[in-house]
């Protein structure tokens, strides 16, 4: 073993042991917001949990008080300290000084939800095609602004590649296809706390307003959609589009009156939940997955509520 370096797997060691018990540490941000992106994914994570009550596989949870990588790394080391067998999180940051090569030992196998890493050594990835949502995004903007229309972007957790692979999808789908769309400005926010970033896309969104007078929409290009409608009926603009990816819990109101045009909706609660029970499955059966595991998503209108299931997680 030493000559080879061999370290066994937690997992395996287990298994082979006919230990019934096998542990999986899951790690994402709390968010004290109700009925928000992160309450889903803990919604998708207690919907696994049940299942698997009953198979000897535990879930045990870290969440991470805020978006900062260093809350993050305390958390992930906390459920290395109990002795998980696998983790299952998401990335807080994208850029190379944040990585979970560093952090997560080799023989512990890590999936990651919604946000990849920059490292790709993790064991398999579940979240959206991010350049696609933004494709689709442009199209939807397309379909329902004037022509010509004058279009802002803004962008929160710009730190994470998925954010700049949907402004790139946007961005190239106008340019090749699209170009009666004319897009004013990216602007960037940049908080790590939900209830910051609730407070600067506000003031993002004001400041957009008052500097272009002939703006016709706002592409939101990750969560916190609610602000920035809220914003916009505030200003008393009319004819201002806005489009995202989110689902709140109010959101038949914001499509039925106007102030939301459309969505494009990642359900995070079932990427969770998917994500676990993949793992699941690598633990106890070595089943090895996918490396990169699709989510589905749904656009969401006024004209789609009727078909709209918001209970199917």
């Keep these: ?3 080879l370096d061999y370290t066994p797997k937690h997992a395996a060691t287990t298994f082979w042991a006919n230990t019934p018990h096998i542990k999986i540490g899951v790690n994402y941000p709390l968010d004290s917001t109700a009925d928000s992106f992160w309450e889903s994914a803990a919604r998708g994570v207690a919907l696994a949990e049940e ?46 000084e944040f990585q979970f090569t560093n952090l997560i030992p080799s023989q512990i196998p890590y999936a990651t939800v919604v946000n990849k890493p920059w490292s790709d050594d993790y064991l398999f990835h579940v979240g959206p095609n991010d350049e696609a949502m933004g494709s689709l995004m442009a199209k939807l903007v397309s379909l329902y602004c004037r022509k010509p229309s004058y279009i802002a972007l803004i962008a929160p957790s710009i730190e994470l590649d998925g954010t700049h692979n949907r402004i790139s999808g946007f961005i190239n789908k106008v340019n090749n296809e699209l170009q009666d769309i004319h897009i004013l400005q990216v602007m960037p926010v940049i908080a790590k706390t939900p209830d910051i970033a609730y407070r600067m896309l506000g003031n993002e969104t004001e400041k957009i307003l008052d500097k272009f007078s ?31 990816h989110e689902c709140f819990r109010n959101i ?36 090895v997955p996918e490396k990169s595991i699709n989510a589905t998503c749904h656009v969401i209108t006024k004209e789609t509520l009727a078909l709209t299931n918001f209970y199917a997680d």
């Design 1 to 3: 073993m030493q000559r």
């Design 51 to 96: 299942r698997l009550k009953d198979t000897g596989v535990s879930i045990v949870r870290e969440c991470s008080p805020s978006f900062h990588f260093e809350q993050q790394k305390k958390s992930i080391q906390n459920l290395i300290d109990q002795g998980v067998d696998a983790i299952v999180t998401t990335a807080f940051d994208s850029s190379t």
């Design 214 to 244: 002939h703006l016709d929409a706002l592409y939101i290009t990750n969560g916190f959609v609610q602000p920035v409608c809220d914003m916009v009926k505030t200003s008393g603009r009319k004819g201002i589009q806005v489009f995202g």
């Design 252 to 287: 038949k109101e914001y499509l039925l009156d106007g102030s939301l045009t459309a969505t494009v909706y990642q359900n995070p609660c079932s990427q969770w939940q998917k994500a676990i029970m993949t793992m699941t499955e690598y633990l106890l059966r070595h089943t």
